[in-house]
């Protein structure tokens, strides 16, 4: 399986688990598709057979509502079987809502109060650079959890104790919640911020795998800074429908025409080499 494909599945499932279960989010899970793809894919050290290695990579997903895109990308990878997706957010389920690790397989943290995941993610940092461990700490974060104070509090953190090991991607789809970034609260000049708190600063298109891959290879080459990606990315895309449109920060695909226009897209767009994992399911 190659990164793309990984991509799509994720897409697929965040479709199906959102659809099933009501839950919502699914422009944030389709926003984060490729980053979650490529690091899975091609970056992270960790695999079903290394989760007690303490030499693993670390990914921590800070915007912790997505989480469908992590628990697909598991699944997709072997973690556990990705029949358990269809029990997304169901009462009794281990999958919730905003992503948990109690009892699931390659979660290293719960997340879902926005800038937590990426301070705990900075400790693991800390102690990796302590212990002289070779493992890297990835944390993806929100643009909209950027106006927490704690995301601001860790980049002075990371940058005092040249955290090299660690690095923050950031999905900028320049939405959150109920409006654009813009209209909430201003990041801008966004880049520029970041590195007046002493870090590396990739600007790049999140969607891009070729250019995530690189992003994350530069990351490797500092010596004494903390690095943030910026990637670029359109909340909900995959779906027309969905893009740029805040309605689905919160709404799932209906069934009727929002569920069968979605898996229309994605299927046009569907990678050789890849099969629906819900054969039969829409119109």
Request: charged letters at 25%; hydrophobic letters at 40%.
């Given at each position: ?56 990579d670390r990914v921590i ?33 281990r999958l919730s809502g ?152 919160y709404r799932f695909p ?30």
């Amino acid at each position: 399986m190659n990164s793309e494909q990984l991509a799509w599945l994720i897409r697929r499932h965040g479709i199906e688990m959102t659809h099933l279960s009501h839950g919502s989010h699914i422009g944030a899970i389709l926003s984060v598709a490729d980053i979650v793809a490529v690091l899975y894919n091609d970056v992270a050290n960790i695999t079903p057979e290394t989760l007690k290695d303490e030499n693993r990579d670390r990914v921590i997903l800070s915007k912790g509502h997505a989480g469908a895109a992590i628990y697909a990308a598991l699944a997709e990878k072997g973690f556990f079987d990705r029949e358990e997706l269809k029990t997304h957010y169901a009462d009794g389920s281990r999958l919730s809502g905003h992503v948990s690790h109690k009892g699931v397989p390659g979660v290293e943290f719960s997340t879902g109060s926005l800038g937590h995941g990426a301070c705990v993610a900075a400790g693991m940092a800390l102690n990796a650079k302590l212990d002289k461990k070779p493992y890297y700490t990835y944390a993806i974060v929100g643009d909209g959890e950027c106006d927490e104070g704690s995301i601001w509090e860790m980049a002075l953190f990371a940058n005092q104790f040249k955290l090299n090991q660690f690095v923050v991607v950031v999905d900028h789809n320049k939405m959150q919640s109920l409006d654009f970034c813009e209209n909430t609260l201003s990041l801008a000049p966004f880049a520029e911020k970041w590195k007046a708190f002493g870090w590396n600063v990739l600007d790049i298109d999140g969607h891009n795998h070729d250019e995530l891959r690189a992003a994350f290879a530069k990351a490797k080459e500092s010596t004494d800074k903390p690095t943030v990606i910026i990637a670029n990315t359109v909340k909900g895309k995959g779906v027309s429908f969905m893009e740029f449109d805040i309605l689905w920060h919160y709404r799932f695909p209906h069934e009727g025409e929002e569920y069968d226009g979605a898996l229309r897209e994605l299927h046009a767009a569907m990678p050789e080499g890849v099969e629906d994992p819900y054969k039969g399911a829409g119109k």
